[in-house]
């Protein structure tokens, strides 16, 4: 593939291990209001806007918790298993090293609350890879909208036909179409039934990228 001048990374799913995480994290919330549902639900809406997640397995479970309880209760759980169980994807570091080295920009775009992805950077200590982060804080439009990969682009000073997105998940890989920008589907256990027809390449090993 070319060289880009700019190179743009969804977080959950994509850089870590962290999507079995989350829907570990919403089981035992669901089980904090006495409902009991196999986290392998989350694989439905995984991707998705964090309105839309909560839409679905309040819908799936029966349970109508205030929103408010419902998020400390999945914060909670979810906390704890970031610091228990985290790690990065295959070829991870050695590709953001590999691209460090070589002087080229890269973005972490995230649909993502901040506290997670600040967590996240600096438990697996990812934060200096990066010049610029767009957290779920920083747009108003959320995955499959384009709005935080072109704000990203922006914040570079870079065109979209200059970069390059890795997504996880057909949510992300359209929004990452969707800015102009050439997409790489990262494959993974969790995430099989997501559709990756439209991206350049299919990789299971950031590795393949060097």
């Known amino acids: 593939m070319k060289t880009y001048d700019a190179y743009l990374f969804d977080m959950d799913g994509t850089l870590v291990k962290s999507e079995p995480l989350k829907g570990k994290a919403l089981a035992l919330a669901c089980l904090d209001f006495e409902v009991n549902i196999d986290y392998f639900l989350y694989k439905k ?6 309105h839309i997640v909560t839409e679905y397995i309040f819908h799936h479970t029966g349970i109508n918790p205030k929103l408010t309880e419902f998020n ?10 970031l610091n228990e169980q985290l790690d990065v994807n295959l070829g991870v570091r050695r590709y953001l090293a590999y691209l460090h080295q070589n002087g080229n920009k890269c973005a972490l775009v995230t649909s993502s609350k901040y506290w997670a992805v600040e967590l996240i ?6 934060q200096h890879f990066f010049e610029v982060i767009v957290t ?3 747009v108003q439009r ?10 990203a682009l922006s914040r570079l000073g870079v065109s ?8 996880d998940s057909h949510a992300g890989v359209l929004a990452a179409t969707a800015s102009g920008c050439d997409v ?5 256990d969790f ?7 439209s991206v350049k390449k299919v990789i299971t090993d950031f590795s393949e990228m060097i």
């Open 45 to 50: 809406v995984m991707g998705k806007s964090w």
């Open 72 to 81: 400390l209760s999945f914060k909670k759980h979810y906390e704890r298993l």
């Open 121 to 126: 950077l600096n438990r697996l200590q990812l």
């Open 136 to 138: 779920q804080e920083n």
């Open 142 to 151: 959320h995955k499959p909208d384009p709005e935080a990969y072109l704000f």
């Open 160 to 167: 979209a036909t200059n970069a390059i997105i890795f997504e």
């Open 184 to 188: 790489v589907g990262f494959r993974h």
């Open 191 to 197: 995430n099989h039934n997501n559709n990756f027809s």
